[in-house]
């Protein structure tokens, strides 16, 4: 059964419908709860918030439009929320771009599955992987966030403008740093690592 009919259903008072929405995202929104926020405590506060959301506004949702976009917009802006209650926004630095011949940006991000295994940490299979992690991890909030939503959930620019209420210029914009801002990250860790 399609969103658009769970969605009407759920709309018309049946709860197993929204049950099995819950069951068709759960994953995928938990895993990139875990990727933005790097913080177990706040994942599963935010987590439920999400899905509270989606269980209060199920008469707002206009069913012409994807449910998966609206509600990664519910968890982005959720997850937003809580860093600034934590008051954990980090400042975005610009990152040079990524020029070297030896890793490319996909080669790095492609040794992590996106979120087909759960919990997150099946994901991690070996160090190349739990270094992508941290590098991702220690990024400004706004550089992570396009990252992971371009790259771990594959969001199209004009899916990721609509989730993040931004022009999708600014989404390439902020992508192209994003990289960069890893790339250069990632190249710092890799020559930290080979001198240790």
């Known amino acids: 059964m399609n969103d658009t009919e769970l969605l009407k259903r759920y709309a018309a008072g049946e709860e197993g419908a929204f049950q099995e929405l819950v069951s068709q995202y759960k994953d995928s929104v938990y895993a990139f709860l875990r990727r933005f926020l790097n913080q177990s405590d706040l994942v599963d506060d935010v987590f439920?918030?999400?899905?509270?959301?989606l269980y209060v506004s199920r008469d707002a949702f206009d069913l012409s439009r994807p449910l998966r976009p609206w509600?990664?917009?519910i968890a982005a802006n959720k997850a937003k929320d809580a860093l600034r209650r934590m008051q954990r926004i980090d400042s975005a630095n610009l990152g040079s771009m990524f020029d070297s011949d030896d890793h490319s940006i996909d080669d790095v991000l492609n040794t992590l599955d996106y979120d087909t295994h759960m919990p997150y940490d099946d994901l991690i299979r070996d160090e190349t992987a739990v270094a992508v992690k941290r590098v991702i991890a220690r990024m400004p909030a706004k550089l992570r966030e396009i990252l992971?939503?371009?790259?771990?959930h594959r969001f199209s620019y004009a899916e990721i403008a609509g989730i993040l209420g931004i022009p999708v210029g600014t989404v390439k914009s902020r992508l192209h740093t994003?990289?960069?801002?890893?790339?250069?990250?990632w190249?710092?860790?890799?020559?930290l690592?080979?001198?240790?």
Do not use: H, K, P, S
């Open 71 to 73: 509600l990664f917009t």
């Open 148 to 152: 992971i939503l371009a790259y771990f």
């Open 193 to 196: 690592e080979t001198a240790n």
């Open 187 to 191: 190249n710092a860790t890799m020559t």
């Open 48 to 53: 439920q918030e999400t899905f509270m959301q």
């Open 178 to 185: 994003a990289v960069g801002r890893f790339a250069e990250d």
